[in-house]
């Protein structure tokens, strides 16, 4: 089952990647006004907005680590909303650069400027390496969250926004065919908008998922630490998998059961009151001697 340290990896590999970008994206702005290039502050504010959706990834994960123990109320909405928030920004990247790039190409006379192609490239170059870095770092924890799975995606088109430039400056120094930035920036924006839409059905369908009821974590510790034999009970997550419910707890046994060894007993009472009143038939118990308890 996701926990909470799961959610703690994934903000530290949020936290990394924003680091990397925001370095670069500063970089980016500086190397923009320099190079007179379009294509590199067009990249700076894409870059931009990628930030703030990291920030938005760092907010709900820091969230879901503060939410209630039941994970799919919890943990997971959190997440999801934060994943969906994250698509709308891809959407509003598509349409910006399409917006932007249609009026340039209506507009020609705006593209008669000269540009610092070998400031363009190695920009895009160095773009590359840091862009990578940060791809590494959240392909290595893709599948921990959605919000790392989403932020992966959008660091990878990154990358490939910075080989695109990086071309399109080889291009324009050696033809002078400005327009070549425009075409490049439509390609990149068709897969950001491809993206957005993946990402966002994927949130909905996780959320309207999560909408169904599940058995409350809490009245659960509290009926199981009512059963005959159960001095107490912690750590109870309540979790979903497919169609299946899934409970885990700790269960600590009262003095007399753990010198009886009561053990399994014991065990067949919980997954029974749970099946009979929550209509759980599949738990994780570890069932603990009384000397075990933590509190």
């Not at 209630?68 to 994250?86: F, M």
């Not at 908008?193 to 409350?216: A, H, M, N, W, Y």
């Not at 060894?261 to 570890?286: I, R």
Request: hydrophobic share 50%; net charge neutral; proline share 1%.
């Amino acid at each position: 089952m996701t926990d909470i340290t799961t959610h703690k990896t994934a903000r530290r590999r949020l936290l990394i990647a924003l680091a990397i970008t925001s370095t670069f994206m500063v970089i980016q702005f500086i190397a923009s006004f320099f190079a007179n290039s379009m294509a590199v502050l067009a990249d700076a504010g894409h870059l931009f907005v990628h930030n703030s959706s990291l920030v938005v990834a760092l907010i709900a994960s820091s969230i879901a680590i503060h939410l209630a123990k039941n994970y799919n109320t919890g943990y997971k909405k959190a997440e999801l909303i934060g994943g969906l928030v994250n698509g709308i920004f891809y959407l509003a990247i598509a349409a910006t650069i399409i917006f932007a790039s249609t009026s340039k190409l209506i507009n020609h006379e705006n593209h008669n400027h000269e540009v610092d192609t070998f400031l363009m490239t190695a920009v895009s170059g160095l773009g590359f390496l840091f862009h990578a870095a940060s791809a590494y770092v959240l392909y290595q924890g893709r599948k921990e969250s959605v919000n790392v799975y989403a932020v992966f995606l959008h660091s990878f088109l990154d990358l490939l926004s910075t080989v695109l430039t990086f071309a399109a400056g080889i291009v324009i120094y050696f033809t002078g065919w400005v327009d070549i930035d425009i075409f490049s920036s439509i390609f990149i924006a068709g897969f950001v908008l491809i993206t957005g839409f993946r990402v966002i059905k994927k949130c909905i369908e996780g959320l309207l998922e999560s909408d169904r009821e599940l058995p409350d974590a809490t009245k659960i510790e509290s009926r199981l630490s009512s059963l005959e034999h159960i001095s107490s009970v912690h750590n109870v997550t309540v979790d979903k998998k497919g169609s299946k419910t899934i409970v885990g707890a700790h269960i600590v046994l009262k003095p007399s059961c753990t010198k009886e060894m009561h053990h399994e007993l014991c065990q067949l009472a919980v997954e029974k009151c749970l099946l009979k009143e929550f209509l759980v038939k599949e738990s994780v118990l570890q069932i603990e001697a009384h000397k075990c308890q933590h509190c």
